[in-house]
C-alpha cells in the first residue's frame, strides 16, 4: 500500500514565505495526482517534503501507513524526476540509469536486468551506449524517467517533468507517462502548471495558490464546478469570461451587469425570490464554449439574447474558432465549432447557456449559491442551439 497522505502541512522558508500552507491531502495507492498551480504557489516544496528533502516545520507526512518525518529520504522508497533531469554527461545511458543501484550495492545481473526491463519499457533499448550529448530533448527525458523507473520505487514524484520540451514532443511523452502509469501500477504526484497537462494525466488535481490547496477533485469536477474565482480562471483555455454586477432579488430575480441583464433561476428551475445568497455584488463567470452567437433581435422572438457585441478577432483554428468580442467595456471570448464566423467590426447578439453559469462572491470570490441559470422569459423551452451563425 502506497498511498501518501499529508496532515495539516506546513513549510514556512523565512517569516515571509509560507511555502506550504497547512496542506492535507490524501493520494490514493496507485492515483495518478496531479498538483496544479503558476509558479511559485509551493507545488516542488510539496514533492522536497514527500521525498524528505524538506523538514516541515508542522505536520505530518504519511507513506502507506507509515510516518516518515524522521525517515531518511533514501529509505522512503521514493523516486523523483525533476524538470531539469540532469543526466551524468560522461556517463553511457546505462550507466545513468545503472547508478543508483550500484550506489546501493547490487548485485550486476540484478542491475542489468533492471536496466534493461526499464529500456524496454521505455522504448530505449538501443540508446543504452549512448551519451547524454547523442541524444534528443525527448530521449534524455525518457532515461530520466528510466532511471526512476529502475528503483523500482512506491512512488513517483514528477517535478515539471516535461517542461523543457517542445510542444509536440511534451504531447508525445504525456500519453508515454500515462501509459507508463497504468503499466507500472504506481503512485504518481506528478507538479506542473500546465492545465491542459494536469487535465489530460490526473486522475485528479489539487489545485494550489499561495501556498494552500484550494480544490482537490477529478478534472472534470474541477471544470464544472469550481469552488473559487481563482481554480475557475486557472483551468480552462482561453479562460472562463467573467463579469461584475449586481443580483437583484425582487421578482425577477436577476444578474444585473451595465451592459446585459439576466434574469436567474435556481438549479431545480424555480424562479425564487430566495436565490442562495444575499442580494450583492457577484462575479457572473461563464466559459468561452458556454456562449453562442445569435442571430436576429430578440433571439427568434423567443428567447432574450445579449445584444451588440462588438466581434474584434477571430481566431480560427480549424476545428473550431475562437471569437473575442467586446460587450460594453467587457472583453468576452467565445469557442464555437460553427463553419461560419463573423468578422472583425460585426455587431453580434450573444446567449449563455442557461446551465452554465457561475457565480462568485466579489469579496472572498468563493463559488456561490446554486444558481445556475439565465430565465427564459417568455416561459418557452429551451431552444434547440442550432441556430448559430
Ligand atoms: P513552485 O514549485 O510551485 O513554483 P516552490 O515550492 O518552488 O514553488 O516555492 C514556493 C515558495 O517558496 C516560493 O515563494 C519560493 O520562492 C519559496 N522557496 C522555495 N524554496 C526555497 C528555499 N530553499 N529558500 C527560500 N525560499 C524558498
Ligand atoms: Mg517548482
Redesign the pocket.
Known amino acids: 500500500m502506497s498511498r501518501v497522505l499529508l496532515k495539516e502541512i506546513t513549510k514556512t522558508?523565512?517569516r515571509r514565505?509560507v511555502?506550504v500552507d497547512r496542506v492535507t491531502l490524501e493520494v490514493k495507492d496507485k492515483e495518478f495526482f496531479v498538483i496544479l498551480?503558476p509558479?511559485?504557489?509551493?507545488?516542488?516544496?510539496i514533492l522536497r517534503l514527500v521525498a524528505g528533502l524538506e523538514q516541515p516545520d508542522s505536520g505530518e507526512i504519511y507513506i502507506g501507513n507509515k510516518l516518515v518525518n524522521q525517515v531518511e529520504p533514501k529509505e522512503r522508497d521514493i523516486a523523483m524526476v525533476f524538470q531539469n533531469y540532469a543526466l551524468y554527461p560522461h556517463m553511457s545511458v546505462f550507466e545513468n540509469m545503472a547508478f543508483a543501484l550500484k550506489l546501493r550495492g547490487l548485485p550486476k545481473d540484478e542491475i542489468s536486468n533492471r536496466v534493461l526491463n526499464a529500456a524496454r519499457v521505455l522504448g530505449i533499448e538501443e540508446l543504452l551506449n549512448r551519451k547524454p550529448a547523442e541524444l534528443s530533448g525527448g530521449q534524455r527525458q525518457r532515461v530520466a524517467v528510466g532511471r526512476a523507473i529502475v528503483r523500482n520505487p512506491k512512488v513517483f514524484l514528477f517535478d515539471e517533468p516535461l517542461s523543457n520540451l517542445d510542444a509536440r514532443l511534451r504531447v508525445g511523452m504525456r500519453a508515454e507517462l500515462a501509459r507508463l502509469h497504468q503499466q507500472l501500477a504506481v503512485t504518481v504526484i506528478y507538479?506542473t502548471h500546465d492545465q491542459i497537462e494536469a487535465m489530460t494525466l490526473g486522475e485528479r488535481i489539487g489545485v494550489m495558490r499561495d501556498g494552500k490547496l484550494l480544490q482537490v477533485g477529478e478534472p472534470k469536477v474541477i471544470y464544472d464546478r469550481p469552488l473559487n474565482k481563482f481554480v475557475a480562471g486557472f483551468i480552462g483555455s482561453p479562460p472562463m469570461n467573467f463579469f461584475s454586477g449586481k443580483i437583484v432579488r425582487e421578482a425577477p430575480p436577476r444578474f444585473v451587469h451595465p451592459a446585459f441583464t439576466i434574469p436567474i433561476i435556481t438549479e431545480d428551475g424555480s424562479q425564487k425570490t430566495d436565490v442562495g445568497f444575499p442580494p450583492s455584488e457577484v462575479i457572473l463567470g461563464i466559459r468561452p464554449e458556454h456562449i453562442q452567437i445569435f442571430p436576429g433581435g430578440v433571439g427568434n422572438g423567443k428567447q432574450e439574447s445579449i445584444k451588440g457585441a462588438m466581434v474584434e478577432v477571430v481566431e480560427n483554428l480549424g476545428n473550431e474558432a475562437l471569437i473575442y468580442l467586446k460587450l460594453g467595456q467587457e472583453q468576452v471570448v467565445l469557442r464555437t465549432a460553427s463553419e461560419q464566423v463573423p468578422k472583425p467590426g460585426e455587431v453580434v447578439n450573444l446567449r449563455f447557456d442557461i446551465k452554465r453559469l457561475h457565480f462568485f462572491d466579489i469579496k472572498t470570490e468563493n463559488r456561490l449559491g446554486e444558481i445556475t441559470g439565465l430565465k427564459d422569459i417568455n416561459g418557452l423551452e429551451e431552444e434547440k442551439s442550432d441556430s448559430r451563425v
Open positions: 522558508f523565512s514565505v511555502a498551480g509558479s511559485g504557489c509551493g507545488k516542488s516544496t507538479v
